[in-house]
């Protein structure tokens, strides 16, 4: 008889930079401890470009599962980082130290969407998802006047799995606290002054330490949003980054009486024809020329309103936006370079040369 197989969920990572929205980013690994259970489950991990699915065995006939996993049961994947450029394109909530690590789980997940199928879920991206790495054994300090101190630990299910008294000496409690044999994932550590908890902290326990810490790591757990019935999808969409744009037009000959100015020549109202930029993009000068040959001009995204320069943020995306004109004019005179390029994505200050 052969052996069947249906999705139990699929992981899809987008990114808005791309044309066509698909990150390619990472490389994706199964933990040591998520290997063991793809084992004990029979499941079949499918990595692809942008993304995976785990598939589980089903009886032919009937479609129920082979094996049925246990509730609490997770899948942890290391988030490995193939584009260096990742960073200069990508809005982070905040960069993690070299003692961090975003954590992206289906913890409080609700629904988006969902058909006979599907049942679709966004991952969250934000300050909570960058979590200090931990080895299994930390020590922990905190400073209080109180008498009574004591150090509980929970694990990601809210279960209470350390409880200890800590002794003090000046107002300073310390005490290492062992997590051997609890598994990898998200645990939060309370402080207990004289029976009310004054402190909490969130740690992400781990060995992807010994090995090379990658960018993040992903978590499903086998929860309500993970059932046999429709497939889960769960989407994590990482926002492109945007930033103001500089124009630094040096002119190599004398261009005296003209002025200067860049126009966003695309048509917003065709929907058709329209880039992926949703809006006008407007520039200031915000320098003073004569226009003499080796004078710089200098422009910024932008407007002057009521004598005060608004910036304007540019979003980054994959394809450029070529509708940028340089206009030079003098009287009835006009001079155009269409088409200016703009900032390399590695440009960190989003600045550009030309020279006219």
């Known amino acids: 008889m052969s052996k069947v197989y249906k999705p139990l969920f699929h992981v899809l990572i987008s990114h808005s930079y791309y044309d066509d929205l698909k990150c390619e980013d990472f490389e994706i690994k199964p933990t040591v401890e998520t290997q063991r259970l793809l084992s004990r489950f029979k499941l079949v991990l499918k990595k692809e470009r942008s993304g995976l699915s785990l598939l589980h065995q089903v009886d032919e006939e009937t479609k129920e599962p082979f094996l049925e996993l246990e509730e609490g049961s997770t899948f942890h994947f290391s988030m490995h980082l193939k584009n260096t450029s990742f960073y200069n ?23 988006a969407s969902q058909d006979e199928d599907f049942v679709d879920y966004q991952l969250a991206i934000g300050d909570e998802n960058v979590l200090p790495l931990s080895p299994r054994t930390v020590r922990y300090e905190y400073t209080t006047q109180g008498s009574l101190v004591k150090f509980l630990v929970y694990d990601d299910s809210g279960v209470l799995i350390l409880n200890k008294e800590v002794q003090g000496h000046d107002g300073t409690f310390s005490d290492q606290l062992v997590l051997l044999g609890h598994p990898t994932g998200r645990y939060t550590i309370a402080v207990e002054v004289d029976g009310e908890i004054v402190n909490t902290d969130k740690i992400f326990v781990t060995d992807l330490i010994a090995f090379g810490k990658p960018f993040g790591v992903l978590s499903i757990r086998k929860d309500q949003s993970v059932g046999y019935g429709k497939t889960s999808r769960f989407h994590l969409e990482f926002p492109n ?36 930029y949703t809006e006008e993009i407007k520039f200031a000068q915000n320098s003073t020329n004569e226009g003499l040959t080796g004078e710089i001009v200098t422009f910024e995204s932008g407007e002057v309103i009521e004598e005060t320069f608004e910036p304007q943020s540019i979003p980054k995306y994959e394809s450029p936006k070529k509708s940028l004109r340089l206009v030079l004019s003098k009287d009835e005179k006009n001079i155009a370079l269409d088409d200016l390029p703009n900032p390399a994505v590695n440009n960190l200050k989003s600045e550009v040369y030309i020279d006219v």
């Open 89 to 111: 394109f990508t809005e982070l909530p905040e960069s993690p130290s070299p003692k961090s690590i975003y954590s992206f789980d289906n913890s409080n997940v609700v629904v």
């Open 241 to 276: 980054k945007a930033v103001s744009w500089k124009y630094h037009v040096r002119l190599t000959k004398d261009y005296e009486g003209y002025g200067f100015s860049i126009v966003d020549k695309e048509n917003y109202n065709n929907d058709e024809t329209r880039s992926r």
